[in-house]
């Protein structure tokens, strides 16, 4: 089965690994709907389209029903039935528990997992009945191994990562296929940000990555397309880290003597 013509909706496209995807589902000749909060999402869709590809650009709030259900009818009105929806939207609020702002949790299980609930059943309510679809969830390791001072962050990813689970066995009896690829450190916008608001150094953290290099979103782009390929349709309700096996090393503590 070739991916081209087919339709694709990617949210938090603007930028980072979301547009890294949508990029590349284009070059396929997939009709690719990049979704984002920021209005910068359609100069992102231009580029797209300048360089060949079937793009458009939708501003919407994934945390909000109308504007989800909005995104996909504008969609299929105008690319046609979807096929692949792939959820990337994500904040990271940074702090220590102790001091985290209940807006903060509030906005990290919103958007890093009600926006994956909310987008992915606007996208079975349309696959159900034609009996094929394809959902990706980008989660992160961050919902596998321990990390300090994000726990919101944490908590929604490891929620990601069963919400992929349930839904893929609710729904493969319908022919739609769910997985998730969790992301280790991936040279972003969202990732530098987040070292600094931490105190953290981009270069002493290469040591964290046995293959000793960070992800780039093209990384994450090849296994988006190999999930949304006819290759990948017995697979389901998968976690596959793309992390430089990362998530598989424990580097070693010193503990401080007591005092």
Known sequence: MTLDGRVAIITGASRGIGFGIAE???????R???????????EAAAKIT???????????????????????????????????????????PTGPTADMPEEAWDLALAVDLKGVFLCSQAAIQRMIPRGQGRIVNLSSIAGVIVRTGQIGYCTAKAG??????????????????????????????????????????LDDMLGMIPTGRFAE??????LVEWFASDAARQVTGQLVCVDGGQSQLMPLIVAKPAT
Not at 24 to 30: D, E, I, W
Not at 32 to 42: E, G, I, Q, R, T
Not at 176 to 191: C, E, F, S, Y
Not at 217 to 222: E, G, L, S
């Open 50 to 92: 300048n360089a060949g590809g079937r793009a458009i650009g939708i501003r919407g709030d994934v945390t909000s029903r109308r504007d989800v259900q909005a995104m996909f009818d504008t969609v299929e009105s105008e690319l046609g039935p979807l096929w692949l929806l792939v959820n990337n939207a994500g904040v990271i």
């Open 160 to 201: 990601v990562n069963h919400f992929t689970r349930c839904l893929a066995i609710e729904v493969a009896p319908h022919g739609i296929t769910v997985n998730a690829i969790v992301p280790g450190m991936t040279r972003t916008d969202m990732l530098i940000n987040s070292f600094a608001a931490r105190g953290l150094n």
């Open 32 to 42: 690719v709907a990049l979704n984002d909060v920021s209005p910068s999402v359609v």
């Open 24 to 30: 590349r589902l284009a070059t396929l000749g997939m």
């Open 217 to 222: 979103p093209v990384d994450h782009a090849a």
